[in-house]
């Protein structure tokens, strides 16, 4: 038996089109070069919930992602995506076990009655793969992405889109981020590859990290 998590009328194809609306140009990179150096408080709207997943947790969802994995390979060839070095899978459909966990971070991140998309966005990222500053399509993604981090310890970083203010969040294994308002739509986000992967001065390795992201849909406009 599949259960499906969140279940929400309607599908949508936001992630193909999410992609056309990630920046391509390498404008936030140019205006970091002037960025404040990082700030010590996370931006509004950021919540991390560290340790959200046990090991044995985490261990259920990895045994669920894997075998739709096998059989593709990480993709490095476009130099203008906005993700280099990964694969990914969109997947509605779930055991139980894994259910009642995913069920857990709707909970957490959305609260109920929410609507959130079912197709739920599963990245693997390589150890060598990184994601460039991008803000999510508001057209095709709501005012929340959630995300849990499998894997591997990683820096994200936030820049301001108007002042170029930065700062840096690390997000540890297994634990849960949550962006919403503010920080989802005035602030691009990214993760750092292993070469500059810095948290408050010490250097954070990035191995394989498989992140399982939920996104709500938009507000319809009336
Ligand atoms: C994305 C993204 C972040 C993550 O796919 O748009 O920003 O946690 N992913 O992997
Ligand atoms: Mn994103």
Redesign the pocket.
């Known amino acids: 038996m599949t259960w499906t998590v969140c279940s929400q009328l309607g599908r949508v194809s936001w992630l193909a089109k999410?992609k056309v609306s990630r920046p391509t140009a390498p404008g936030p990179f140019e205006r970091r070069r002037f960025a404040a150096p990082s700030a010590p408080r996370p931006p509004d709207g950021l919540r991390v919930c560290e340790e959200f997943v046990s090991l044995r947790e985490e261990q259920i969802l990895l045994d669920e992602v894997e075998p739709s994995f096998r059989k593709m390979k990480y993709q490095f060839d476009h130099w203008d995506d906005a993700?280099h070095g990964y694969r990914e899978i969109e997947r509605e459909k779930w055991s139980a076990e894994a259910a009642s966990l995913l069920h857990r971070v709707c909970e957490t991140a959305f609260g109920t009655g929410s609507e959130v998309s079912p197709l739920i966005?599963i990245?693997d990222?390589d150890a060598h793969g990184y994601?460039k500053p991008?803000v999510?399509s508001i057209k095709f993604c709501g005012n929340t992405i959630a995300?849990l981090?499998l894997l591997s310890t990683c820096v994200m970083r936030f820049v301001h889109e108007g002042t170029a203010e930065q700062m840096d969040t690390l997000l540890k294994r297994r634990s849960l981020y949550i962006m919403r308002d503010k920080v989802r739509y005035m602030f691009t986000?990214e993760?750092l590859k292993n070469e500059e992967s810095y948290y408050e001065g010490k250097h954070i390795p990035r191995s394989r990290r498989i992140?399982i992201?939920f996104r709500n849909f938009p507000e319809e406009k009336t």
């Open positions: 999410a993700i966005h990245l990222l994601i991008h999510d995300g981090s986000h993760i992140a992201i």
